[in-house]
């Protein structure tokens, strides 16, 4: 099986949600025949990087790589759309705001990404007092 290229397999797409632009936190997708790249003929399934939210996105919906952003640590050139709000560097995986995160946008792009990680916090939450109440929580989780 050959690697699918990394282009493919974490497009760049704007979420229909919150409306920001970088890479997904999660994709699922189907193969083509030969396993060596991304069957476009069927929907991706994308988690949003920012607010968290999972969305269907077609070909039409990836954003072309026309410019490049290099990494504070390594200084490595990373291909991405010039609208990314953030950019994950392919040598360290470092998230960095990308070219269109300034002013009013980092704002709001900061704004999301602390609603969705409160969110996710709440929702741990939640389910750890469920199941102490049920009585069904391991005593390490405690």
Not at 68 to 73: G, M, P, Q, T
Not at 119 to 130: F, N, P, S, Y
Request: hydrophobic letters at 30%.
């Amino acid at each position: 099986m050959t690697e699918i290229p990394r282009e493919e397999r974490t497009p760049y797409f704007a979420c229909t949600v919150c409306g920001l632009i970088g890479e997904p936190d999660s994709a699922d997708y189907t193969l083509t025949v030969d396993r060596g790249h991304v069957d476009w003929t069927r929907p991706m399934t994308v988690g949003c990087g920012f607010c968290r939210t999972r969305t269907r996105i077609t070909s039409t919906d990836v954003l072309d790589r026309d410019m490049e952003h290099a990494c504070s640590r390594c200084g490595i050139r990373t291909a991405c759309p010039a609208d990314a709000d953030r950019v994950v560097c392919w040598g360290r995986g470092l998230n960095e705001p990308g070219a269109a995160s300034v002013g009013d946008r980092a704002t709001y792009r900061q704004d999301v990404e602390h609603g969705a990680n409160q969110w996710a916090t709440a929702r741990v939450r939640v389910a750890k007092q469920d199941a102490c109440a049920r009585g069904a929580l391991p005593g390490w989780a405690s």
